[in-house]
């Protein structure tokens, strides 16, 4: 599903530039769940921004579904990342005057998705979340696990093919992390390709491999134990 061979990243400050990501070999194949580990200032958003689509190597290859990703001009690549990619950040990034029902409808809308079946999609995605009775409430009106699942729920109703977390955990109480830990293993269970960027261990566990990045190298990548969110909640 991804491949990627040989990546560099640096970032241009002024006169000198600060060199992130030091040549990363890594892939995922289809149905993993994998978590990226490493502390603050690792480069682990970079990478998964790159993955992404939201910013570009320097050098190396980078390949999603057998496609180089360089070669793509901007509306190719916005289009590849609607239907390939699906995004949750630690900050929600929901709209605050919109309902659960119209954040996760919004792709749908920019998609060309007819207004019925916007709709549908959307409580359908609610409810596989578990809000489906949230559908009218604005998002100052729902707790934090509430508000990533409402994210969870536009991400997924895109129908991507891999779904990134930055740090989706970052900004919750330890049983809401693991609310949502149960809902990505879940929806893993099901089939997706899902890559969680994460500093703290016991989230770690919750996916079946964890990479560890340091100073801009992958510095381990092993399998692991799957530990069940499912017991803690
Ligand atoms: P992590 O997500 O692991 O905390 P990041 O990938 O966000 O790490 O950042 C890695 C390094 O790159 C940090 O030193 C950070 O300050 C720097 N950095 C990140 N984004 C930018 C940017 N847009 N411009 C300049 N430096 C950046
Ligand atoms: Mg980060």
């Known amino acids: 599903m991804i491949k990627i061979n040989d990546l560099h990243k640096s970032y241009k400050m002024g006169n000198s530039s600060l060199h992130v990501l030091k040549g990363i ?43 180089p990703i360089k070669d793509l001009d901007e509306t190719k690549a916005a289009q590849y990342r609607n239907k390939f990619l699906g995004f949750v950040f630690q900050s929600f990034n929901l709209i605050n005057y919109k309902s659960a029902l119209e954040n996760v409808a919004l792709p749908l809308y920019y ?14 995605y609610l409810e596989k979340v578990g809000l489906k009775d949230w559908a009218t ?49 879940k929806i893993n269970e099901e089939g997706k390709t899902i890559l969680v960027v994460t500093h703290e261990h016991d989230i770690a566990k919750m ?11 992958i510095v381990q990548d092993k399998k692991v134990n799957q530990e069940l969110a499912s017991k803690y909640v």
């Open 25 to 67: 070999d890594f892939e995922v194949a289809e149905g993993e769940l994998v978590a990226i580990m490493g502390s603050s200032g690792s480069g682990k958003s970079t990478l998964l921004n790159i993955i992404g689509m939201l910013d570009i190597a320097n050098s190396g290859v980078y390949e999603l579904d057998e496609v």
């Open 111 to 124: 998609q060309g998705i007819k207004r019925k079946e916007r709709q549908q999609k959307s409580l359908d």
């Open 137 to 185: 409430h604005l998002p100052n009106e729902l707790s934090g696990g509430q508000k990533q699942r409402v994210a969870i729920a536009r991400a997924l109703a895109s129908q991507p093919k891999v779904l990134l977390a930055d740090e989706p955990t970052g900004a919750l109480d330890t049983t809401t992390s693991y609310e949502v830990m149960d809902l990505i293993q």
């Open 207 to 217: 996916c079946k491999r964890i990479v560890t990045l340091k100073d801009g190298v």
